[in-house]
């Protein structure tokens, strides 16, 4: 019995830390890009943001930029771009999935 209610308890609160990951990932993300300014560095956009981004210099790039950082994590909808010429910013868009 006594064993029931700590299971209970553990997965209740591994529950509560995975819930709450998602808004406070969510909300550095948002603060984090909104310090990111036209102009800057990749170097500086990544010590706002953070260096877990994928580089995107392909077709799967959503602005019209050589290079794309894309910043986004599971389950949330948005997808925080930041498109570089060079190693300097030239555009930025929150994109947000249907």
Known sequence: MIWRH???ILVLVIVAAVVSYIPV????????FERVQIGDSAST???????RFVAVSDKTRF???PLEYQY???PNPQV????FNGNVV???EVLVSP
């Open 80 to 83: 925080w771009v930041v498109g």
């Open 72 to 74: 986004y994590f599971w």
């Open 6 to 8: 700590k299971t209970l």
């Open 63 to 65: 602005l019209d930029a």
């Open 90 to 92: 030239v555009r930025k």
């Open 45 to 51: 956009v990544e010590s706002e943001m953070g260096s």
């Open 25 to 32: 990932r969510a909300h550095f993300l948002s603060a984090s």
